[in-house]
């Protein structure tokens, strides 16, 4: 009887394992609900580091574009989101960031390589 039952603990262990991975998977494949296009053009994004509200819960897509006309180089990256700084982007060139706001919160989005260039996202709502 102990041996059924441990058994049957660790297939229940193995499928509550298996299932909070596939719901993991799905949250990403799923679609953004919002696209935010960000222009970094004379060290500032979209003219003037703009602070941009989210609810939580929400899917966003940034599309991040260097629109520089001179040979100056940006990145992007959002503090506390695990959106990382990547290769710097050279005018013309674009990144593009999908992510899902948490549940509340106040998150910088920097250039990496110009400090001082960046604003903040805040969360707020349901």
Request: a positive charge.
């Amino acid at each position: 009887m102990k041996r059924v039952t441990l058994t049957l603990v660790l297939v229940l262990a193995l499928v509550g394992a298996a299932l909070a991975f596939v719901g993991r998977d799905k949250e990403k494949n799923l679609p953004p609900t919002r696209t935010v296009i960000m222009s970094m053009k004379d060290y500032t994004f979209n003219d003037q580091n703009p602070t941009l509200a989210f609810k939580p819960g929400e899917r966003v897509r940034f599309i991040i574009t260097n629109d520089e006309r001179t040979p100056v180089k940006h990145n992007f990256r959002i503090v506390g989101m695990d959106v990382p700084c990547e290769r710097e982007l050279s005018p013309g060139e674009s990144r593009e960031v999908i992510v899902t706001i948490p549940p509340s919160g106040e998150f910088a989005y920097t250039c990496c390589t110009h400090p001082g260039m960046g604003g903040k996202l805040v969360v707020a709502g349901r």
